[in-house]
T-cell receptor, first 116, second 112 residues
């Protein structure tokens, strides 16, 4: 059961245009979401996050939107740059036994290619 | 500050052999995690440790074991490797009460 889904395996955009990466989730208990970026031969790096008490969080060129009723979030990159070409993962933490440590459930990832 | 280091960078292993992937962090984070990344499946949690001396099973723990003797080290052992364990393995850590995890560079493992 894939609780976090990224249904687009790849996305190709032109430099300067907007990139929109989508993520859907099924678990209504998720209340916090993270986006990670991964370059080839490197580990994922944290990009931006959003709490369910918000519907938008912005950090420079990156904005994440959350639609709780649709169980959908999206990452917008404006303007897109060739250096943004990477794999993007959305993730959500779950908690068990009252622990403070969230175990992340990741989506399948979307490969973004930004053409010069 | 190195963050998280993993060794080896890559390894080719014969089926049935034992292998330990090493992970060390210098951030003094309490929690550590092991994931495997497979095409089309994203990252899946294998095992985790909330603090030194404790470990727990993730989504795909079969065939793997971990130990957490101290805060810094979190080795992952494949007791008898099988070809389905061919994957890229990532170690990660997080601080108390924080959801953001920091990842190592990964180990690419091929089991033949």
């Amino acid at each position: 059961d894939q609780q976090v889904k990224q249904n687009s395996p790849s996305l190709s955009v032109q430099e300067g245009r907007i990139s929109i990466l989508n993520c859907d989730y099924t678990n209504s208990m998720f209340d916090y979401f993270l986006w990670y970026k991964k370059y080839p031969a490197e580990g994922p790096t944290f990009l931006i996050s959003i709490s369910s008490i918000k519907d938008k969080n912005e950090d420079g060129r990156f904005t994440v939107f959350l639609n709780k009723s649709a169980k959908h979030l999206s990452l917008h990159i404006v303007p897109s740059q060739p250096g943004d070409s990477a794999v993007y993962f959305c993730a959500a933490p779950t908690y068990a036994g009252g622990t403070s440590y969230g175990k992340l459930t990741f989506g399948q990832g979307t490969i973004l290619t930004v053409h010069p | 500050i190195a963050g998280i280091t993993q060794a080896p960078t890559s390894q080719i292993l014969a089926a049935g052999r034992r292998m330990t992937l090493r992970c060390t962090q210098d951030m003094r984070h309490n929690a550590m995690y092991w994931y495997r990344q497979d095409l089309g499946l994203g990252l899946r949690l294998i095992h985790y440790s909330n603090t030194a001396g404790t470990t727990g099973k993730g989504e795909v723990p079969d065939g793997y074991s971990v130990s957490r003797a101290n805060t810094d080290d979190f080795p992952l052992t494949l007791a008898s490797a099988v070809p389905s364990q061919t994957s890229v393995y990532f170690c990660a850590s997080s601080d108390l009460g924080k959801d953001t995890q920091y990842f190592g560079p990964g180990t690419r493992l091929t089991v033949l």
